[in-house]
């Protein structure tokens, strides 16, 4: 089979296994990533060539220098498809697209993949519970909104990862100075209501518009809680077909369809209610998940979704059948925190659940696995209360400059 040349985008170091797969399938891997990741631990043997963009701030690049650099690149090379491994790049890559005109998602579809506002509209389009919402470019209408839903409101950017930038705002007189306090950034936003309750992961392979596979998992300690006061993240993969695999599965489904994803990957989140028990569709992307959640995938099913995810595109470009393996079911458990050793001992956490340790700087990462459900939220259970006591770091959220 022809060799097919795939150029992968990214402003973080992650990817390793899609580039590693996409190379022993016998294809070209380019990559273009951010100058201060020169020196990461890339798969370079699966690398043909590697272009390097300057940072203008974390994960920004100028656009038009990106488009004009593919075009030199395009004068010597026949490009089959452009890959994006993280969520910040899914832009980049659909610009690159349009404007090259390289088959794969444009600028129209990507932003349901992206931007939460237009998530928001699509999901109240389709007949999906999501929080109610508002956009804040017009002063009226936010000031409605603020009158017809209760507080709390988190107020949101609409093209950052994970929980990055939220703000929880608590009455209608925090509303109008947080608003103001964006200056020119505030069309990036949104205003929704806040619904406390249990957040949810549901990661997919998709092929053919057709759901191939998913996990469940449970987030033990919610990402926004995370980014906002520090602390410990946890998750856990929820029992096949237990009453919440299913409703989340059907959730899942609706918003995959929905949304227009025809190949690839996906991370979707909900929430259920603890005021209702409803579920409420938070948000979704095209991209694999991040803090070490495909790890916590694999662990529990075999499925290594960098690896399959490759598999899919190179049957994409071949135009052959995709077929994935069946999955095992293991009850998985995943925990991360900023540790203050460079590199962590984890002596203490040694025991037969382990499925590894996470070799990060700075961090203490585990990911146990298990045929006993019980046993994963003991093992995070101990894990969470040792690296408390002894281990962990906080530091203060990030927050965006105001204009």
Not at 61 to 73: K, M, Q
Not at 125 to 146: C, L, R, Y
Not at 257 to 270: M, R
Not at 271 to 276: A, F, L, Q, V
Request: charged share 30%; aromatic share 12%; net charge negative.
């Amino acid at each position: 089979m022809k060799e097919k040349t795939i150029v992968c985008i990214s402003c973080y170091y992650k990817g390793y296994d899609f580039m590693d797969e996409m190379h022993q399938l016998g294809n070209k891997v380019i990559l273009i990533t951010s100058e201060n990741f020169k020196d990461k631990n890339w798969p370079w043997f699966a690398i043909s060539e590697v272009y390097y963009m300057q940072e203008l701030e974390p994960s920004v690049w100028n656009l038009d220098h990106l488009i004009e650099g593919f075009s030199f690149l395009l004068r010597t090379h026949k490009i089959d498809a452009v890959i994006t491994l993280d969520d910040y790049d899914v832009e980049k890559a659909a610009l690159v697209r349009e404007t090259f005109r390289i088959p794969g998602m444009g600028q129209t579809t990507h932003r349901y993949f992206r931007d939460k506002l237009a998530m928001r509209q699509m999901a109240k389009d389709s007949g999906i519970d999501a929080p109610q919402f508002s956009s804040i470019f017009n002063d009226e209408k936010v000031n409605e909104f603020a009158d017809q839903n209760p507080a709390p409101w988190v107020l949101k950017p609409r093209s950052e990862a994970s929980a990055t930038g939220i703000v929880k705002i608590k009455s209608k007189g925090e509303l109008w100075p947080a608003i103001e306090k964006l200056g020119a950034e505030r069309h990036k936003f949104l205003l929704e209501s806040f619904k406390p309750g249990d957040v949810f992961h549901v990661d997919s392979l998709i092929y053919d518009k057709e759901i191939l596979f998913i996990s469940a998992s449970q987030y033990l300690s919610p990402p926004m809680e995370i980014s906002h006061e520090g602390g410990v993240f946890r998750t856990k993969t929820l029992p096949l077909y237990s009453e919440e695999y299913r409703a989340l599965e059907k959730a899942n489904s609706n918003i995959l369809k929905s949304f227009g994803l025809v190949n690839g990957v996906s991370h979707t989140e909900f929430i259920r209610s603890k005021e209702n028990g409803k579920w409420y569709f938070l948000e979704t992307s095209s991209r694999v998940g991040g803090a070490h959640i495909p790890d916590l995938v694999e662990a529990s099913t075999g499925i290594n979704l960098w690896r399959e995810w490759a598999r899919i595109e190179d049957a994409l470009l071949k135009n052959t059948k995709y077929e994935i393996k069946k999955s095992t079911g293991f009850a998985a458990g995943l925990i991360v925190a900023l540790g203050k050793e460079k590199v962590p001992n984890y002596e203490k956490f040694h025991c037969d659940e382990v499925e590894k340790f996470l070799q990060l700087d700075y961090h203490i990462g585990i990911v146990y696995k298990s045929d006993i459900k019980e046993k994963i939220q003991e093992k995070l259970d101990e894990a969470a209360l040792i690296i408390t006591q002894e281990y962990l770091n906080i530091l203060p959220p990030k927050t965006k400059p105001s204009s």
